[in-house]
């Protein structure tokens, strides 16, 4: 069994995908350990969820990959249009992995993810911040507003490590402060429940 292990330091959010032991259960009761990530940076991923759910709201289009990056505490947000949307992720991708100037960034897109032979739809956030090394994803599914003309969020994201799917329980500090990423988003802040099902 995998989890998140985690907790806040000064700001920054330390996690590490772990597997369950008898030790590893100590050292996560009485310390943090593994990468460091800032709140900036996961306030930032849930900002850019929030815009990126209200992009398709009340759409029947694929969102338009984007990403908002911050620096010196400045955010700018960058779409990524092409005639497919492989090719738009793939442009957003290689933009971003040549930006060596910025403290942090948050990239979406949509998606189909295969769950039990069913696609589902999903935003997927990846988040970067300087000095981490893990490729840390949301996962959020959703129902499109064209299937029954209103737009649903389906749960919580999901919350990835280097491509590990990590335990709810395990994630529940890092999805508060998403949803407080979410909260600042001031056109979806009062939404943002009601999409729920």
Sequence with gaps: MG??????VGGVMNLRPYRITRE??????????????????LLL???VLAHSAWSISDAPE?????????RNSKREVLRFESPTQEEAIAKGKT???DLKDVDSWAFAREGLLNENGKKVDV?????????SNERITLIQRFEPFSV???????????????????????????????????????????????WKR
Aim: aromatic residues 6%.
């Design 3 to 8: 989890g998140l292990g985690g907790c806040f």
């Design 24 to 41: 590893v259960r100590t050292s996560i009761a009485v310390g943090c350990f593994g990468m460091a990530l800032p709140e900036s940076a």
């Design 45 to 47: 991923a849930g900002f």
């Design 62 to 70: 694929l969102l338009v990959p984007l990403a908002m990056i911050e």
């Design 95 to 97: 933009h971003l992995a």
């Design 123 to 131: 935003i997927s956030v990846d988040i970067w911040s300087r000095g």
């Design 148 to 194: 029954r003309k209103h737009f649903r969020l389906i749960g919580e994201p999901d919350v990835s490590v280097d491509g590990v799917i990590q335990d709810k329980a395990h994630s529940q500090k890092v999805l508060e402060t998403v949803r407080k990423g979410v909260a600042q988003h001031s056109k979806v802040a009062p939404l943002w429940d009601t």
